[in-house]
């Protein structure tokens, strides 16, 4: 559950970023300019590193235990907070590229989750214990 509403941050902050230069002259009209402050895509960006860091600590906790979901997450959040570090004509390939990888890293913990509770909390453990070898 997490994990989905991981994604669907990270994708409406996505949205957020790419089309802000579309309906920003429309903002002031509908009373929302503060959206275009950098603060809010922080917040967003804030808000969607907590819930995937709670969402794959979980899956980790209980489940799979494998670290490589949260590198995807914490690499797709520093290039996504460094977006401003780059030209306006890349900055939406940088937002492609962090959403896809929060959003993969969400993904990877819902199958590693799932792989998961199809086996025996033994087989998962002696899995595991062998793959680390």
């Known amino acids: 559950m997490l994990d989905r509403i991981g994604i669907t941050a990270a994708s409406i902050c996505a949205l957020h970023c790419i089309l802000l230069p579309v309906i920003l002259p429309a903002l002031p009209l509908l009373g929302l300019s503060f959206l275009a402050d950098h603060w809010w895509e922080h917040v967003f960006l804030v808000i969607t590193a907590i819930i995937g860091s709670v969402a794959l600590l979980s899956g980790f906790k209980q489940y799979h235990r494998r670290l490589y979901p949260f590198y995807l997450l914490f690499l797709g ?20 590229l962090g959403t896809v ?16 509770k199809t086996c025996t909390e033994h087989e998962c453990k002696t899995t595991q214990h062998n793959n680390n070898h």
Do not use: T
């Open 101 to 116: 990888l929060i959003a993969g890293a969400h993904f990877i913990n819902i199958k590693l989750c799932n792989s998961c």
């Open 77 to 96: 959040i520093a290039i996504y907070w460094q977006k401003h570090d780059f030209s306006a004509d890349v900055q939406p390939y940088i937002i492609v």
